[in-house]
């Protein structure tokens, strides 16, 4: 059986029901699944998510965030891809039992470098889907092969009015030292992040402008993020006592990921924004 990087695992920082797997957005929760839903509301409020969106959303995870578009925005049809087969089977699963079949078949296991494959973005009886004009990405875009790409997809796929929303890790425009620059290298290779992935906000905002975007707005929520989150998992491991000391291999890597956030964060290494831009048609 193959081992997944993107996997189940993050339910045990979860409450109730849910499977959320961002950082979560901590202006005011003080629980991982109230932070994880925040922060997906305010990607969802940055593109102005409604019933008139066609969303494609590219790694929807467990289907926590598919689930929110679907019953807070009430959006008109979902498609997306998402890169863990675990998570993709529990997040149809989970569409299916909530009364949502439709939109179910319309989210597959895949890349994003599929994205603009037309056999995936037709239903089962082979007809086309509604034209997408909502492209999310939430806390995901940095893993992607090449989010460069991934943008030049996005355009591809959207309609000519559409638009574009991520959550992401930026690179701060602070100098670093060559310690610092170690770490950060080392971090990012084992999160399964390329490194050609984490650049400054101007470059970022020139990657999306030089794809056809414009009206590009990237907002800085870091420190509603970073170490909050931190602060966050060291108080909620030590309140769960043993009865999660089971996966400890799990805590390693959730513990080392908020520590090495923390640092970064307290270094002015990375930051992290919400990010919409508008598709332009003269391009």
């Known amino acids: 059986m193959n081992v997944e990087f993107h996997d189940l695992s993050e339910k045990i920082l979860n409450s109730g029901s849910s499977y959320w797997g961002n950082l979560g957005y901590w202006q005011s929760p003080n629980d991982y699944s109230s932070a994880c839903s ?3 509301d305010e990607l969802a409020q940055e593109v102005e998510l409604g019933s008139s969106s066609h969303v494609f959303d590219a790694g929807f995870g467990c289907g926590d965030q598919l689930l929110l578009w679907l019953k807070k925005y009430q959006v008109s049809s979902i498609q997306g891809l998402n890169y ?3 998570q993709t089977s529990l997040a149809q699963q989970r569409l299916n039992d909530q009364g949502f079949a439709i939109a179910a078949k319309h989210i597959r296991y ?3 470098t599929d994205m603009c494959d ?3 973005l037709r239903t089962s009886d082979s007809k086309p889907t509604e034209a997408v004009n909502t492209v999310l990405a939430l806390d995901c875009a940095y893993h992607f092969p090449s989010r460069a790409g991934f943008l030049r997809s996005s355009y591809k796929l959207l309609n000519d009015s559409g638009r574009i929303g991520l959550t992401d890790i930026l ?5 670093s030292t060559v310690w610092q620059r170690f770490i950060l290298r080392t971090m990012l290779f084992l ?4 490194v050609k992935n984490i650049v400054t906000l101007n470059t970022y905002k020139e990657e999306l402008l030089t794809t056809g975007f414009d009206t590009v707005i990237i907002r800085d929520i870091s420190d509603q993020v970073f170490t909050p989150f931190s602060d966050w ?3 909620f491991k030590q309140s769960e006592g043993q009865e999660r000391s089971k996966s400890k291999l799990v805590w390693l890597k959730y513990d080392v990921t908020a520590k090495f956030l923390k640092w970064a964060d307290r270094n002015d290494i990375l930051r992290y924004a919400v990010i ?3 598709k332009t048609t003269n391009k």
Request: zero cysteines.
């Open 118 to 120: 037309e056999a995936l």
């Open 171 to 175: 690179l701060s425009d602070s100098h």
């Open 38 to 40: 925040a922060l997906a």
């Open 191 to 194: 999160s399964n992040i390329p």
């Open 110 to 112: 895949g890349s994003v």
């Open 276 to 278: 919409s831009a508008k």
């Open 233 to 235: 998992l060291k108080v």
């Open 84 to 86: 863990s087969e675990s």
